[in-house]
Every structure is written in structure tokens, then in C-alpha cells.
């Protein structure tokens, strides 16, 4: 089952340490320009963390002119092949979620990729409200239920 | 003897009422105190509020009748004082 | 150099130009960075006796040492300039992304001079530095001159610090605002902007920070991370620091009416407690913190509904008790309208307070007042106030100097219950009840000031008689400045103080994994002594006295009103004793001036030249 990463905004408080948890793991600099995952505040009182959503027919890899994005069939991470990626910003433009970089110094694009190798991603480790979850849809779908209903099962009870 | 501790914050959170009335027989010092404490709401141990060996946090004192008692929890209460568990870590 | 830039970025105003200066690392390890380096910097940049509204006054900025790297509660800046509220050091601190932003564009601090003939922001982007027309932002709240100039430059990643219309209008307690909620609120630095026509300065830091080792500073920085979200840190993840309202009452020592009272019949409804049931919006963090202490509170009902502020124990107190007013909904109000504004909530409730009693007092009357019933408890004199006071318009006009000045001019014995100290208003403790915290109220460089002061710790935690004032006191209220000072430089927030171990053997290792630079505790120590003395040389260099060094005549002329230690007194004897006691602490004169070879001691041998210049 494909796992991705979910933010909770309940929990998020907008510290970024997300941001610079990527940066350092995946570039080893503390450098915000290299975050894969992206800390906004959509209100004063609404931030979340978004990254990679490893859609399903990612318009990323089909906006790709020379197909140098690909799609992991099992995991859905995107891989990118960094001998055919010219850097045009095509797939910048195309992601829905604004959540792949192309930064000044490098010609190439990256992406999210759940830190492959890593036991559990660094933004998710490193998040200190435990905003941040490797989940799966069919666990997403559980939790929400799981609340929602504890809610109203309270209201019932204080009512 | 009897006396109250008072709650604040966390603390109220955490025993889910803002003080309780403690009852002892004869004398007894602090430690004392958080013994019982400890025993009526699990959850201050739980969380690390009450330590082994009858300790508090150091993020938390005691201050008797208006008396901030330092970390020695040493020192004997009477009846009828009024305790507050109060947060050590002050700011803002 | 790693963590540090070695880079200070110099702007004049009048002539649109700027320079860099390079520091070198023993020069930067002697100050840190922060208040330190500010203050430094200000010294090193100004002359004696200028009007601090006027255009010889100059504003240095300082990030943390630890800025832009991963260390928890680093993210901090400091400002220092000359008060416009006291004439002595004005420092004040703030946080969150434009401190990251600062030196991630290549600076260790700034410094800031001159006068700009038009209204102008500054645009400090990386290596460039643009001097930008504010024509079309002046009169425009903090918060929509940032989202103003983010959508002119068109990045999210650029950060703006700015001022409120109380700033233009050169309000002595007007602030400088940051990143949507944060500020550096104290001594008035918001009017000095203002004075030199500054309305912002905008930055982009996108450039790397080379740390000396990181993955030695990414382990240490976890560890703290962790230990952030345990005990230490609960009140102000649980509550925020306004859960400090109901233990202050209980003990009798929540300021409130001016002072006239230290227990508050409506604690309940403006505790802690009471915020996070009923008027929590959300918990912000600054950025690069795990503790996340911003408590964002809503009005939701009323004729404040939509009113929405951060709200901390100080704005709460000042705004709240002192001010007599028992009721979120408007507290919320005026902490909105301060923030919009731009005005330091505490001087702002403080100063109200005064005018609240001197309007029950008489000396006020309703044609004073344009009608506004001052008395305490009306949260319509509270909030009708305050925008006089931004705009300094009718009764606004006298209370936009601040209390001080405003008691001075008004007499009839108002000057008694004028609550400051050196002409900065006093924060949420009571003094009769706190005598080490007594001591460091009179005796702050920058006045009447908790923060910097942190003697009300010992007082608090029991390990002292706080009730009793004593020879040894003195070097207490020294070693608390000294440390809040070294907080202040390196800079840690202070809400992380109580989640190290050992602070000063965790804080020079987290130096030494990022910059390269071994320091040892002793050093470490030393730099909040050195800088400490730094502020007081600043402080002598601008007129100061030993009478400056006092409390208000309340405090000394009446008991503590209200509670368990009701009728305890702090005697003028009293005060004398401690004073005297800290100034031998310091080893300075019984002037309370600083001898040669203490200067020299501290390797500040260079200001005695410049005093005999």
C-alpha cells in the first residue's frame, strides 16, 4: 500500500523544522532553498506542511519532454533521472501542489522521495508536535473516523 | 489533619479537578504530601509530575500558606495550610 | 568563519548608501551576538547625548550566534538604540523568521543611521541592499505594510520587520513588529524607526550556513528538541505564560489597579485556565522552535467579535488587572489594536492605568478626557485609549510620552503612582512582595524590567525569603542579569532555559558544533558580566545617576495592599541596603559607576580611552 506523508494542521505550528530537517538530510546543508517539503501559513491561525502527494497519473511525469520522471509502480515515489532532466520547469508548472524545487546552482529538479532509505523520514522524526505522518490512505480514511466519531460520541455525553 | 492542595494549568489537566482535600493521620512533611497525591491521581505520576522516592519535578514547588518552599520537601505541614503546586518556571 | 557571516551591514539613511564591516572571530566571541553585539555596536556607533528622536540617534541590529542553524529557540534578534522612553539603552529582543532571514543573507547584525528624507523601507536582499519609496505604506498597520511588501517583491521567503502608525507618529512606546505577531516591544525603538523614516526593512536570506560540525550539532539540536516537549517547557505549551495569572493572585502579588491592589476579584475569568476553555485560537511557534509557546486567542462573539492576539502574561497584566478590566473579550481587543498600531502592550496598559487613577483621583475631568469615563474597569477607556494614544490625539497626546513624562508635566502628586522605573513601566510582579525582584527593577539599564532582570526566580522558587530584604541579594540580582544577559547574546529564547542540564556546559558546545570556536563556561559567564557593564557604561555615557536607580513612591510609601503578606512594607532603608549591596556585587563605586580596572578586567579597557576622549 503506498504510504505518503500528511500533515495534521491541528498540530502544525509553523516552526519550519521540517523545512531544514529535509535540508540537511537530503543536502546536508542547512540551506532553506533545498527543503523538499514546504511550511506555509495559509492564515495567521491555519499552517500546514505539504509535500509530494504521490498521485495517482502524476502530471508531473506526463508533462516531462524527455521522460526523465518516473513513477515507482509499488511505492509511487517519483524518481528523477538526473542524466535526462534538463531543467526545463516543466513539472514546477505541472504539480498541483507546487511541491517540486529547482534551485539557482542546480540544473536538475528534485522531489520528495520519503527519504528513501531512512527508516522513517526526517521531517516526520524531526517534527516536534508529531504533525507529520507516513501513512496510507486506508489508515488516513481510519483515523479521521476514529475522531470524528469520538467527537460527536463527547457531545452526546456532555448533551 | 486536613489541608488542601491547590492546582493550576497542567496540573488541573492532568487531576481533573482544581484542588483536593487530604487527610492524614498525625504529622507529616512533604514528601508525605506528594505521597498521597501520587496515590489519588496516578496520572501526576504518570507524567512525571511525582518522581520515585516521594520526589516532585523540578518544574514544579510548593509554596505552604503563601510560603515558597524551595525543592527540600522536607519541610512539615499542619493542619488546615493551604498548598498550592505551583509551576517553578516562571516568564511572560 | 562558520554559523557567524563576520558581517555587519552599515546603512545611512540621509546619504541612501551602505558598506560592510568585517568582525573578526575574537571580537564576535567576546559579545556573541545578540544584545551583546548590539549593544557593541551602538556604543561603537553613536555619540554621547543625542536626541533619541532625532537623526544622530543610531539602531544596531544583532542575530543570535546560533541563527539560521537548527538549534532549538534560536531564532532571535536584538535591536539597541537610545531610549526615547528612559534616555538610557534601549534593547529589546524579538524572534522568529526575519532573525533566521538576517543572516541567511549574509549578516551578523546591522547598524542604522541617519534620516531618510522620505518615508523608505529597506530592502535587504542577500548581497544587495535597496533603498525603497514607503510613501504608499506609511499610515498602514504592521500587519498589512508586511503583506504589502511581500506581495510587492512577490516571495514568501522575504520577511519583513515594520512599524505601526504609532511609530510614525513618534509614540515613545511604539514597537517594531515582525513575521505576523511577534515584536520587539520594549524602550520605544518603534519611534526611533519612525524618527528616521523608516517604516520596514524587508529581508531575503536564502544563502547557506556552514556549520563546524553538522551532524554533532543536528544530534545535540534533537536532544534539546526532546527535552523541549517535556516538564520544563508545560506552562507555556499548556497554557502560555498567562497561566502565571492565578498563582500570582493566590499569592497576593498579580499587580492590578495601578497597583493599588496585588489580589484581582476576576482572576478566574482572565487566567490561563480560562483563555485556553474559552478563547484558544491556535498555538504558533517562532520559526526553528519546539516549544511553540504563541498563544493566539479569538473573540468570537460581542462587540469585539473578530478581535484576535497573541496573548502573553505581561500584555494580559497590563492590559487586564492593572488596568482593572476582568474580561478577555476586550483585553483581546487592545492587545489587536496595540499589535496593529505598533505600541508596547505593557507601557501602553501602565501608562492607562496611571490615567485611570488619576481620573478617579480628579486630576482628570471628562473635558480632559474627551468624555471617556477613565475608570478602572471601563474596557471603553481602555480601548478608546489606546488609538488616541497611536494617533496622539486629544488626552493621547500627554499619555504617548509615557508615564513618567506625562506624571512630570500633569504633577499634583501623580508622579507617586507613575509606575516605572527610569521612565519604562513595570511588568507584572509585585515588587513588595518580591524583594530580590525589587532590587532588579531599580537597578536594569533599561528600566523596570522582569526579562532582564530575572531576579524574581529566587524569589519565586522559595530559595530565598522573598519578603525579607538582605545583604547578599546584591550578588544574586547580579548573577540573574548575568545570565539573562548571556541568554541574550548567544541568543537562547529564555522559555528554554529550563530544559538543560547544565546551561552553560550544553550552551558552549552547541557554540563549538556550529561555529568552530572553543569557548569555555568561564568565558561564557564572562559575557553576561561584560555585557552587563557594557549597558551601565552606555547608561553613564547618557547622564546617568544613582538616583536614577529607585522605585516608585508607591511602593516604598504603602504595603502591600492585598493578601497572605498583606502590610509588608519595602522601605526606602530597605532598597538602599540592597542597592548599595549590588553596586559592591558588581565591584563598581557607591556611585554605582564603573571603576577602570573593572573595565579592564572585562577587556572593556577600551571605553576608558574613549571616556577620556
Redesign the interface.
Same mark, same amino acid.
Given at each position: 500500500m503506498k504510504q505518503f506523508i500528511v500533515c495534521d494542521p491541528n498540530k502544525c505550528v509553523g516552526c519550519q523544522i521540517c523545512e531544514l530537517a529535509c535540508a540537511v538530510e537530503k543536502d546536508g546543508l542547512l540551506d532553506i532553498t533545498r527543503t523538499r517539503i514546504f511550511s506555509i501559513r495559509v492564515e495567521p491561525s491555519l499552517m500546514m506542511s505539504v509535500t509530494c502527494r504521490l498521485c495517482e497519473s502524476p502530471t508531473c511525469v506526463a508533462s516531462c519532454p524527455r521522460e526523465a520522471l518516473s513513477q515507482d509502480p509499488d511505492t509511487g515515489i517519483i524518481r528523477v533521472d538526473e542524466e535526462a532532466c534538463v531543467g526545463c520547469g516543466w513539472c514546477v508548472e505541472a504539480c498541483e501542489f507546487g511541491v517540486i524545487i529547482q534551485e539557482p546552482g542546480k540544473t536538475t529538479v528534485d522531489i520528495c522521495d520519503l527519504c528513501n532509505g531512512r527508516s522513517v523520514p526526517a521531517c516526520v522524526e524531526y517534527c516536534p508536535k508529531d504533525a507529520l505522518t507516513l501513512t496510507t490512505p486506508v489508515q488516513v480514511g481510519q483515523q479521521t473516523r476514529k475522531e470524528v466519531l469520538g467527537e460527536l460520541l463527547q457531545e452526546l455525553i456532555e448533551a | 489533619m486536613r489541608l488542601t492542595v491547590e492546582f493550576f494549568g497542567l496540573l488541573r489537566q492532568l487531576t481533573g479537578v482544581n484542588e483536593s482535600q487530604l487527610e492524614f493521620e498525625g504529622s507529616v512533611d512533604l514528601h508525605g504530601v506528594v505521597e498521597e497525591l501520587g496515590r489519588r491521581f496516578p496520572r501526576l505520576i504518570d507524567e512525571g509530575v511525582i518522581l520515585q522516592d516521594r520526589e516532585l519535578s523540578p518544574s514544579f514547588v510548593f509554596s505552604i500558606n503563601g510560603r515558597i518552599v524551595a525543592q527540600n520537601l522536607n519541610a512539615r505541614v499542619a493542619d488546615n495550610d493551604s498548598l498550592l503546586l505551583i509551576s517553578a518556571i516562571w516568564g511572560g | 568563519m562558520y554559523a557567524y557571516t563576520g558581517r555587519v551591514l552599515h546603512v545611512d539613511l540621509s546619504r541612501q548608501e551602505s558598506h560592510v564591516e568585517v568582525l573578526e572571530s575574537d571580537f564576535l566571541q567576546k559579545y556573541l551576538g545578540g544584545v551583546g553585539l548590539a549593544t557593541r555596536l551602538l556604543v561603537d556607533n553613536s555619540e554621547p547625548a543625542c536626541d533619541p528622536l532625532g537623526e544622530g540617534n543610531t539602531v544596531a541590529v544583532a542575530v543570535g550566534a546560533l541563527a539560521?542553524?537548527?538549534v532549538p529557540a534560536s531564532g532571535k534578534h536584538a535591536l539597541a538604540a537610545k531610549s526615547p522612553l528612559t534616555g538610557f539603552i534601549g534593547d529589546s529582543l524579538s524572534g522568529s523568521?526575519w532573525s533566521h532571514a538576517l543572516r541567511?543573507a549574509g549578516y551578523d547584525g546591522m547598524v542604522i543611521k541617519g534620516r531618510s528624507a522620505q518615508p523608505t523601507y529597506l530592502f535587504v536582499d542577500n548581497e544587495y541592499v535597496l533603498f525603497r519609496d514607503a510613501e504608499n505604506l506609511w499610515g498602514m498597520e504592521s500587519f498589512a505594510t508586511e503583506e504589502a511588501i511581500r506581495a510587492e517583491i512577490d516571495d514568501?521567503?522575504v520577511r519583513v520587520a515594520s512599524i505601526g502608525v504609532a511609530g510614525e507618529k513618534l509614540v515613545r512606546y511604539a514597537c517594531i513588529s515582525n513575521d505576523?505577531?511577534r515584536q520587539a516591544g520594549r524602550t520605544g525603538l518603534g519611534a526611533v524607526w519612525g524618527s528616521k523614516n523608516l517604516k520596514a526593512i524587508a529581508v531575503r536570506g536564502?544563502?547557506?550556513?556552514?556549520?563546524a560540525d553538522?551532524a554533532g550539532l543536528?544530534r545535540l539540536s534533537?536532544e534539546l528538541?526532546e527535552a523541549?516537549?517535556?516538564?520544563?517547557?508545560?506552562?507555556?505549551r499548556?497554557?502560555?505564560?498567562?497561566?502565571?495569572v492565578?498563582?500570582l493572585n493566590?499569592?497576593?502579588l498579580l499587580p492590578t489597579r495601578n497597583l493599588r491592589n496585588s489580589v484581582f476579584e476576576c482572576a478566574e475569568e482572565v487566567s490561563?485556565?480560562y483563555m485556553q476553555a474559552n478563547y484558544k485560537?491556535?498555538?504558533?511557534? !517562532?520559526?526553528? !522552535?519546539?516549544?511553540?509557546c504563541e498563544q493566539?486567542a479569538?473573540v468570537r462573539e460581542g462587540q469585539y467579535d473578530g478581535a484576535?492576539a497573541s496573548v502573553?502574561?505581561?500584555t494580559l497584566y497590563a492590559l487586564g488587572p492593572c488596568c482593572g478590566i476582568g474580561d478577555f473579550k476586550p483585553i483581546i481587543k487592545a492587545a489587536d489594536l496595540c499589535d496593529r498600531y505598533g505600541l508596547d502592550t505593557m507601557s501602553t496598559g501602565v501608562t492607562i492605568a496611571w490615567a485611570m487613577e488619576c481620573f478617579e483621583r480628579g486630576i482628570f475631568t471628562g473635558s480632559d478626557t474627551d468624555g471617556l469615563e477613565l475608570n478602572f474597569g471601563n474596557h471603553e477607556a481602555l480601548i478608546g485609549l489606546i488609538e488616541r494614544i497611536a494617533l496622539r490625539q486629544g488626552i493621547g497626546e500627554l499619555l504617548s510620552q509615557g508615564s513618567k513624562r506625562a506624571s512630570e508635566e500633569v504633577g499634583q502628586g501623580s508622579e507617586k503612582f507613575a509606575m516605572h522605573v527610569k521612565g519604562l513601566e513595570l511588568p507584572g510582579y509585585e515588587p513588595r512582595g518580591l524583594k530580590t525582584y525589587a532590587l532588579g527593577l531599580a537597578v536594569g539599564t533599561r528600566g523596570a524590567c522582569?526579562?532582564r532582570s530575572l531576579a524574581?526566580?529566587p524569589?519565586?522558587?522559595?530559595?530565598v525569603d522573598?519578603l525579607k530584604a538582605e545583604k547578599g541579594r546584591g550578588r544574586i540580582a547580579m548573577e540573574c542579569e548575568d545570565l539573562a544577559a548571556t541568554l541574550d547574546c548567544l541568543m537562547f529564547c529564555?522559555?528554554i532555559r529550563?530544559c538543560f542540564k547544565d546551561f552553560h556546559e550544553e550552551a558552549v558546545e552547541f557554540y563549538r558544533l556550529a561555529t568552530g570556536l572553543d569557548l569555555t563556561t568561564q568565558d561564557l559567564k564572562q559575557v553576561g558580566e561584560r555585557v552587563c557593564n557594557l549597558k551601565k557604561y552606555f547608561n553613564i555615557r547618557e547622564g546617568w545617576t544613582k538616583k536614577d536607580d529607585w522605585l516608585p513612591a508607591r511602593l516604598l510609601e504603602e504595603p502591600l495592599p492585598d493578601?497572605?503578606?498583606k502590610g509588608t512594607t519595602l522601605t526606602p532603608e530597605e532598597l538602599r541596603l540592597m542597592i548599595d549591596d549590588y553596586y559592591a556585587a558588581r565591584g563598581w563605586t557607591e556611585d554605582g559607576l564603573i571603576p577602570p580596572e573593572k573595565l579592564a578586567e572585562l577587556g572593556l579597557e577600551d571605553l576608558t580611552q574613549k571616556a577620556r576622549q
Open positions: - | - | 539560521g542553524t537548527m523568521y541567511r514568501n521567503r505576523r505577531g536564502t544563502q547557506p550556513i556552514p556549520v553538522l543536528d534533537l528538541a523541549a516537549q517535556g516538564l520544563p517547557t508545560a506552562k507555556y499548556v497554557t502560555g505564560t498567562v497561566g502565571n492565578l498563582t493566590r499569592l497576593g490561563g485556565e485560537e491556535k498555538t504558533v511557534a !517562532c520559526s526553528g !522552535c519546539p516549544v511553540a493566539v479569538r484576535r502573553d502574561y505581561e522582569h526579562n524574581y526566580e524569589d519565586m522558587k522559595g530559595q522573598r529564555k522559555f529550563g493578601g497572605g503578606d
